[in-house]
């Protein structure tokens, strides 16, 4: 079967979604990219005029949107005539840990990718390109397959006219937020995992637009599933790896950030990915390495899986461990201080905040009777409310309508608090004039920095009380 590809269509204009064809769109102009979901305020605001108020933040999409948008890139809630029109179908719906059921709180919940393959399978025509760019269990294609021709099969009994054909390839996502758009338009590969070599020709010609070919490796359907999980299994191990390391640091003198340069020198061992701080966020890491957990077990793999359990409970512990020595530093108790939080997303340069580490250590910090003062450059109220709000209702946390207030400026969030944290690490908190924020805090003042970007010496030099993780 021979494809030319003409019109694209992608089911969720989520963080993936909505970059990843942005930048599909702005690299192939003859192809036509139809962006679908079923939110229908998320697809509202990628069609937004004003450009600030697209539903995501990312550096860098702005531009690609006004270059695209209603040429050949459009974002619609009519999924059924999207499907339709499309010869190849990127499937880039959320696949969170399941909540309840059979794997419960491991297991990928793939109900929308369910739901969305059987619309593939009731509404494409002719021979259809299904690839799944969600990060998915091993042999997930298996399940999209077998709905994807379930639709064909009763058409076939009823004897009725049935020419659709599909071919289902795996092309998993390796963008990271806050950096989606060189990472999409400079990767340092692109995966294309299938059985039938015409689609993947079809799909490798997409890309070869602005990809190397010796950047795009060609894989089996399982291979290629497995390794996006193995890939963020990867890079969460080394953080957990260096958040131990840190705790070490703080009781033996020695400083992470030399320990992570002297280790990360190595070539072998390489430098990213060794940056200390308050534990990993964001909607992936803590699910795929879930999803590997309940694989392993799956498989009878018992130590494996508790091997990478561990990953996660290192996480966990680096974020308790963190709200203690707040706890600890402050005399023991929180009640009647204030705390300025500096940061809320999980990571810089992103509005997300699912995972952040973030919520967890707010929520202990009111739990101990604290009054905080939020400040995020690009989240927004709604968003830092509602985050607290699941957390504490779930943890059984009391809160009151003055346990947290979000601030617009730094200097409304550390005037008058009894200590500042950054959480996130915001160029801006990094540039932080210490001489004029010391004069508005409360004495003693001090400062946390879980992330190891602030001057320690200046704030020192202004009569702030310095903790550091690592040092
Ligand atoms: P998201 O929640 O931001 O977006 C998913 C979108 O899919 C939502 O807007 C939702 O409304 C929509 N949707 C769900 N079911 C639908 C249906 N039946 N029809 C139409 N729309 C539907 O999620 P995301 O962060 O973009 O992640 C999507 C997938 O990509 C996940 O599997 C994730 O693991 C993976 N991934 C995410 C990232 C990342 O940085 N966020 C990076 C790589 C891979
Ligand atoms: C991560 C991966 O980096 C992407 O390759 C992958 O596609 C994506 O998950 C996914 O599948 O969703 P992302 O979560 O967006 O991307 O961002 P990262 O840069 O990986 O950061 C994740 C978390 O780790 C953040 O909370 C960040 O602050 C933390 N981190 C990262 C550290 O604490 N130290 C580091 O050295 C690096």
Redesign the pocket.
Known sequence: MNYKIKNICCIGAGFVGGPSMAVIASKCPNINVTVVDINEKRIEAWNDKNLSNLPIYEPGLDVLIKKCRDKNLFFKTNIEQAIFEADMIFLSVNTPTKQTGVGAGQALDLRWVEASARQISKFSTGNTIVVEKS?LPVRTAETVKSILISNKDSLDKKNMPNSKSFSVLSNP???????SIN?LENPDRVLIGGDDLKAIEALENIYLNWVEPQKILKTNLWSSELS?LT??AF??Q??SS??SISAICESTGADISDVAEAVGMDNRIGS??????????????KK?ILNLVYLSNYYGLEEVASYWEKILDINNWQQKRISEIIVHKLFGTLSNKCIGILGFA??AN?NDTRE??AINICRDLIEEGAKLKIYDPKVNNLQIDMDLKNACISSNVEYSSDSWLVEDNLYKTANNSDALVVLT?WEEFANINWHEISCIMRSPSWLFDTRGITNKYIAKKNNINIWQVGV
């Open positions: 990060t996502e390796f963008l990271a937020e806050g950096t990472d996006k890939a963020n890079l969460a080394r953080i260096i958040n990213n990915f060794l940056k200390a701080g308050p534990g990993f966020g964001g909607s992936c890491f795929d999980f990571k992103t952040s580490p690490e």
